[in-house]
């Protein structure tokens, strides 16, 4: 994937949920910094960019949980059938990050290389368990993939449009690694 392709890819910006009522309002977990902002978007899709969805209001059910009214679902079933369908928004639609922020889409696919510019592997994903951002990176050659903390001492450089983000490996992980390597 081109730093062009990522402009244009889709990026997931919410989840819904279960029924919430009778009514056709609907669960929905936002994955936005703010998560009311998930309704100010214009243009939100299923994956597939087939379906499109109109969010009529929305209010908070918890931190990250919102309970929603999607234009043309006014019953119980069809809130039923939106169930675990994912709401995406092509990814020009979305405000330039703030420095030293990132879209998780446009980090998906980097390289990964050490200081020294030796190839690592390539990003595949970015985990969060709770305590705090995992970049999941596929190595270059066989072996499992090595997850190191998305911290600024471990990953000091992310060149999105150079397709790259340096790596300093904690020692306990380059110790690991060598270590398999006797």
Request: charged share 30%; aromatic share 4%; net charge negative.
């Amino acid at each position: 994937m081109t730093a062009g392709d990522r402009t244009k890819s889709l990026v997931l910006l919410g989840r819904f949920g279960a029924p919430h009522g009778v009514r056709g309002e609907i669960r929905l977990q936002s994955f936005t910094s703010d998560p009311l902002s998930i309704a100010a978007y214009d243009g939100l899709t299923d994956k597939s960019g087939t379906r499109h969805f109109r969010l009529r209001a929305v209010r908070r059910q918890g931190k990250d949980m919102l309970v929603a009214q999607i234009e043309g679902v006014d019953d119980r079933a069809g809130a039923e059938a939106l169930n675990r369908v994912e709401l995406y928004v092509a990814r020009d639609k979305l405000p330039a990050p703030e420095e030293d922020e990132f879209y998780i889409a446009d980090l998906i696919g980097l390289r990964a290389q050490t200081p020294d510019g030796a190839e690592i592997g390539m990003i595949v994903a970015v985990r969060n368990f709770g305590a705090g951002d995992i970049l999941e990176i596929a190595p270059t050659g066989q072996g499992e993939s090595l997850l190191v903390p998305f911290t600024k001492a471990v990953v000091p450089t992310v060149d999105v449009q150079g397709e790259r983000v340096v790596v300093e490996p904690p020692a306990e992980i380059e110790a690991d690694r060598e270590e398999k390597d006797a």
